[in-house]
């Protein structure tokens, strides 16, 4: 499904576009290949690679970024990486954990007893080919990101600023979401104390498009949704959080 001129999302559950255990993931035509968010479960991956192939009419290069080693964000990328042959970056952390198919790091074995995930899905280890760091500008197919740590949703958890058709985009994972929600979950790892230190980092980014893994996303004014959470987060009371009511799933 096409979102802008060169942005596209391959897979998502909350769309129906792939396995509903799956988060969004987005797609970019980068000027030397394509740029892919996160690989989801891996329940359907043949499904994302469709979408793929329909969204983009060369797959001979491309890259494969992590924005964490969440289950619904990486357990598909053993299948995706050696299906279209394209590298994986992550934070060093995430490395560890996807390369020794970690599933208690990946909180996956939590997630899983809890009824979060089907019980026969697991986290393939992965080669990661290249690690990225936080502030450190990253060059993937001619695409400029730069990666920014944000603790809180996990302790691996990062989103991606770039330009992107014109508009200021901040690629935001499991951080904050539409409507300035937060990701904090019940699983170890995921604190508020992350979120109190690093949310503060994306206030200044004048960011226009908010493209979040889970939810809606938005092509205007996402700077509002920040700096909403921001709000919350700078007050003495628990900010809305993911999984609340009718808050994102
Ligand atoms: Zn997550």
Known sequence: MRISPS??????????????????LYAVQAPEGVVLFDAGSGLKHDVVLAH??????????????????????????????????????????????????????AGLVVTRAMGGYPPDLRLAPCSIEGIYEDGVPLHLCGLSLTPIAVRGHSPDSFVFLCQLDGLRTLFSADVVFYGGVLGLINVDGSDLAGYRADLPKLAPLSVEALLPAHGLFTLRFGQRHIDTALTQLAKGFVPRMVGQGDLIL
């Not at 329909?54 to 924005?67: H, K, P, Q, Y």
């Open 7 to 24: 942005l596209a999302i391959v897979g998502s559950g909350q769309f129906g576009l792939s396995s509903r255990f799956d988060c969004h």
């Open 52 to 105: 793929l192939r329909n969204e983009f009419a060369d797959l001979s290069r491309g890259a494969i970024v992590v924005t964490h080693a969440h289950p619904d964000h990486v357990c598909g990328l053993a299948a995706l990486a050696g299906a279209l042959g394209w590298p994986v970056y992550a934070s060093a952390q995430a490395k560890q954990i996807i390369e020794s198919g970690d599933e208690a790091a």
